[in-house]
């Protein structure tokens, strides 16, 4: 069983989660409420609200750069806060910076040592080998290994579980953790929704509909009149001033279930199917063929006029220029949909591109089901947010685009789904004006910053060619990068602004991020530095998030089917961490501002003796499913952006899939360093009635946003790492 950190703090947090009276202080009655609290309810008194807003991957120096250039208006969010409040010039995130890790600390004011996140991709130990755990979908504060189940003596929970036992309301829209799912390792059930899963208003994070991102080419053969479609057209009140054009044909077909447990496919193997056909219009009155607009409908269902309620949305109409068009899978169980983007339309269709997203819907978890369908039937199904898989050219039918349709798309889904996620954050406001807590998740800037932070003369412009680094870089293309970048701060602010006029002016306002963020060059295969060093990576799980590893040996009596007998252990966890400490970048093109070229700046191993027992130890730096030895690379270098086949950089050998450690990548920012690094603070701005003006914190930690929003509700935090920002209250 997991080693405690602090065995009265955990029995004082099971006593709460369980319902029951924690240890009462001074300021509490014998039931632990806060007589403060009960005070000003009796006498009709409340704290002003706080709505807390993660920025995802923001970094602060960017932000203060942005305003001052002017990038960020004067009147728009984050400068208006920074203005009128509190600003971090360093906040130092979790260990390591990534950004479930770091959304459950500044949840829960705890360390992933204690909290049990210690990546966005890691090895429940009680697993086997083969397994993995999304940090996002992993039970916080820990679970009981032996017999597998909850813990009864959980090492951390999140702010809302003590806020609520002291008659606090909380909403969390999409925050990670705040998901009402059941969390299962080995098929049981170890962290169930209630109550640390659940507040008052809860929205999780969508989730995968089952269809990727697809590309579509087309010409003027593929098109033909129909006039059947064209009346259906005008039917519903949409004229063309050129004849109708349709896609005789389905451009795609798939299946989708009316059961909600299943999602959509590119098999017709559902009871739903879905046959898309395109139509042409012509919606300008220039006396010239001019098709600007594209229709995309189910052949099955056909062209209906609406109205459309929510999540329905009917065909889609895209035009070229213009945003993405929402595509519900009508009928379907789990709320799945898409949607179309057009990227070129030739006015007489000898050229048409566009684009499919990616299916996604929001899990319809049992405990938040109403929550879930108040969104679906009010905002909408879950939008397409930025898909990686487009500009990487991962997903099906994107080879031939040119790069800026392809960017094109990417920016589109920036500003739409950035939008749709501050619609929800607004609202949870308006639908919950009496809640105490409100805690809202943005996913940029961090998008954009993963694929355009284009800023190292080390990284190439062109993956393919190592060449396309220092002066053979695209300058055209980094100042394009250099502009989504910019863009993405801009869209942020203005979720920023919504979501902060929604909650009004007697609201305490707060803006984090999880982690900052570092340009990288190159991309590193963990596997091939353990192969080189002679080790049997058989024996191993390897799992890797960003610049962060977590190396795991198959140890008997600990992992499910366990090979590596105890004997062996300790000698094996020995040579891994001599490798990892030994491995090094031997290329001066690139090693530059590493000392003695080593590739990692931080190894941790597990303890290799304790009362626990072999492969169970915990200590200050490693927690229960911590690897046996935990890693961080330097700036500059990434597990991530491999590519298929590899790129040898300028100056390396040629590339060689069995043994090549150092490669090219295929994109361009990373997190998950060394938190300790400027490049890698985290913002921090905070203004209202209980918040100071004009105050400078000169370092921080995300470990204290927690107890700092507990104190400004009046609840005294317990159970927590971090400490109240007190310079910072009123």
């Known amino acids: 069983m997991k080693k405690l950190f602090c065995l009265i703090s955990s029995i004082s947090l099971a006593a709460a989660l369980a319902g029951a ?3 009462a202080h001074a300021d509490q009655d014998d039931n632990g409420r806060d007589r403060d609290h009960d005070r000003d309810r009796h006498h009709g008194r409340k704290s002003p609200p706080v709505v807390l807003i993660s920025l995802d991957g923001a970094k602060p120096d960017f932000i203060r750069q942005f305003i001052a250039e002017g990038v960020l208006p004067r009147d728009g969010g984050l400068a208006r806060l920074s203005r009128h409040g509190a600003v971090a010039l ?45 940090g996002f979908a992993a039970p916080i504060g820990g679970y009981r290994e032996s017999p597998l189940g909850p813990s009864p003596q959980p090492t951390a929970a999140p702010l809302w579980v003590q806020l609520r036992q002291h008659g606090k309301k909380v909403v969390t829209a999409t925050w990670p953790g705040g998901d009402g799912a059941d969390i299962s390792i080995n098929g049981a059930v170890v962290q169930p929704a209630q109550p640390i899963r659940v507040t008052d ?3 999780p994070f969508g989730a995968f509909g089952g269809l990727s991102a697809q590309g579509f080419s087309l010409t003027q053969t593929n098109f033909a009149p129909d006039p059947a479609v064209a009346a259906a057209l005008q039917a519903a009140g949409r004229f063309s001033f050129s004849p109708v054009l349709t896609t005789p044909t389905p451009i795609e077909t798939f299946s989708c279930a009316s059961a909600p447990t299943a999602t959509c496919t590119s098999a017709a193997t559902q009871d739903l199917k879905f046959a898309i056909r395109v139509a042409a219009l012509d919606t300008t009155n220039d006396n010239k063929v001019n098709y600007d607009t594209l229709v995309f409908f189910d052949a099955t269902r056909g062209i209906t006029a609406g109205p459309f309620k929510p999540p329905a949305t009917g065909p889609a109409y895209a035009k070229l220029g213009g945003e ?7 009928g379907n169980g789990a709320r799945v949909g898409a949607a179309y983007f057009v990227s070129q339309l030739a006015p007489d269709l000898s050229v048409v591109r566009f684009a499919r997203y990616g299916a996604n819907y929001i899990p319809r978890n049992t405990a938040v089901l109403a929550d879930v369908d108040d969104i679906n039937n009010s905002i909408g199904f879950w939008r397409p947010q930025a898909d990686f898989r487009i500009p990487e050219r991962l997903s099906q039918g994107f080879t031939d685009f040119p790069d800026i349709e392809i960017e094109a798309m990417y920016e589109d889904m920036v500003k739409t789904f950035v939008r749709y996620q501050a619609d929800i954050g607004e609202r949870a406001i308006k639908n919950h004006p009496d809640a ?8 940029q800037p ?24 220092g002066a053979g870089q695209d300058a055209a293309k980094v100042a394009r990068y250099k502009s989504y970048i910019r863009f993405a701060y801009q869209t942020a602010d203005k979720a920023v602004k919504q979501i902060a006029e929604a909650a009004g002016p007697d609201s305490n306002i707060i803006v984090v991020s999880d982690h900052g963020f570092a340009p990288f060059h190159t991309s590193v295969s963990m596997t091939n530095i353990l192969k080189n060093a002679g080790i049997d990576t058989s024996k191993l799980a390897i799992r890797t998030s960003g610049p962060a590893v977590n190396i795991y040996v198959n140890l008997q009596q600990r992992e499910s089917g366990g090979t590596v007998d105890p004997a062996t252990y300790a000698a094996l966890v020995t040579q891994i961490a001599e490798a990892v400490k030994n491995a090094v970048d031997p290329n001066p093109t690139f090693n530059g501002s590493l000392e003695g070229g080593r590739l990692f700046t931080v190894v941790e191993t597990r303890p290799l003796q304790c009362e626990a027992g072999i ?25 991530d952006g491999i590519q298929n086949p590899g790129v040898a950089r300028l100056g390396d050998g040629p590339f060689n899939a069995a043994t090549t450690t150092l490669s090219m990548p295929n994109f361009y920012g990373a997190h998950g360093h060394d938190p300790k690094l400027p490049v890698m603070s985290a913002t921090f701005i905070a203004a209202g009635p209980q918040i100071r003006n004009n105050t400078t914190i000169r ?32």
């Open 324 to 330: 993405n068009a929402p595509f519900f899978f009508e």
């Open 90 to 134: 360093q906040n130092i995130t979790a260990s390591p910076s990534l950004t479930a890790v770091s959304h459950i600390e500044i949840a829960t004011g705890s360390t992933a040592v204690h909290n049990d996140i210690p990546s966005n991709t890691f090895q429940a130990i009680v697993g086997p080998i083969t397994s993995s755990l999304s």
């Open 201 to 203: 208003y809860t929205v």
């Open 21 to 23: 009276a924690a240890p």
């Open 615 to 639: 492969g169970q130890c915990t200590s200050k730096t490693i927690g229960q499913d911590f690897g046996d030895v935990f890693a961080l690379m330097a700036p500059g270098y990434n597990f």
């Open 436 to 443: 105490d807590l409100v805690m809202i998740y943005i996913e």
């Open 699 to 730: 370092r921080m930690r995300n470990l204290d946003v927690a107890p700092t929003i507990m104190q400004l509700l009046g609840v005294r935090p317990h159970h927590v790492d971090g400490e109240v920002l007190r310079e910072i209250l009123r």
């Open 446 to 469: 961090d998008g954009s910053e993963h694929q355009f932070l284009l800023t190292d003369p080390r990284q190439g412009t062109n993956p393919k060619d190592p060449s396309s680094i």
